[in-house]
């Protein structure tokens, strides 16, 4: 096979992984939701249960950074009109939805929020949202809000944080059972929210989306790779038989990269 028809093949092998594509799919989706700001708005105000909700941005992908121990990406980070931070996750797999993770990205947000000075008081309202494939509680409702009460009383603490899981497999007549259908649409000819389904339609069929998640796929493709040369560098480093110039060659990783993992090795 020639290296044209290779890639033929590759683009056709990707035209048909893109008709199979639901928004439970988080590459999918956050490139569906990046940009415009009404796709989540109308997400969030079904979830959140504020029709009266302003989506005043929307970031996909933010790599949320701490230098001395574990960071995350999330998702979707969005802002609304009264400052509210929203984080959502879409996840597939049960275990990754764990409620420690809702509590870590919840606090790696927290922790990003203040600039040096400003007062405690002025956090921003957040919120943390799973939208999960399967029922991860178990209880059959569409929605689970997590809170905050003073242990022997039903005050609420009121520190402004929540969490939220969305129940991906709940069907019904009702806004939510309706969009968690729409999530799952792989046409959108299917969906029930005509902004979803617009938003869908432009990246399965026009040309100019087709071509984008195209380019999408192909970066999944050259990450997963990037990631599998990397485990072999780390081998080649645990090995202790290889100069650094060699394993840069054989694993096509930079001289830096290397370094870079020969250094988190070491600390």
Excluded: W
């Excluded at 809170?147 to 009702?174: C, M, P, Q, W």
């Excluded at 493709?221 to 485990?231: A, I, P, S, V």
């Amino acid at each position: 096979m020639t290296v044209t028809e290779q890639l033929d093949q590759q683009h056709q092998e990707d035209l048909q992984r893109l008709k199979g594509f639901r928004l439970l799919d988080d590459d999918f989706l956050t490139k569906c939701f990046e940009g415009d700001p009404k796709y989540i708005q109308l997400v969030l105000r079904i979830v959140l249960e504020m029709p009266d909700l302003v989506a005043v941005d929307v970031r996909t992908q933010v790599f949320v950074e701490n230098l001395l121990n574990r960071s995350v990406r999330l998702d979707i980070l969005a802002t609304d009109s009264t400052g509210r931070k929203i984080n959502v996750e879409i996840q597939r797999s049960d275990k990754g939805a764990g409620r420690k993770r809702a509590r870590y990205n919840s606090s790696m947000m927290d922790a990003n929020l203040l600039q040096k000075g400003e007062k405690f008081d002025e956090l921003p309202e957040t919120y943390v949202v799973f939208i999960t494939e399967h029922d991860v509680i178990g209880d059959g409702q569409p929605l689970y809000k997590i809170e905050r009460y003073i242990s022997g009383s039903n005050k609420k603490f009121e520190d402004g944080s929540h969490i939220l899981y969305v129940n991906g497999a709940y069907r019904d007549e009702t806004p939510i059972g309706k969009l968690m259908h729409d999530f799952s649409c792989t046409a959108p000819d299917d969906m029930y929210y005509d902004e979803l389904a617009e938003r869908v339609r432009f990246f399965k069929e026009s040309k100019e989306g087709v071509a984008i998640m195209c380019r999408v796929m192909e970066d999944m493709r050259n990450q997963t790779l990037k990631e599998g040369m990397k485990e072999v560098a780390h081998r080649m480093l645990t090995a202790g038989r290889y100069a650094l110039e060699e394993i840069s060659e054989i694993s096509g990783l930079s001289l830096d990269e290397v370094k870079k993992l020969q250094a988190g090795q070491s600390a």
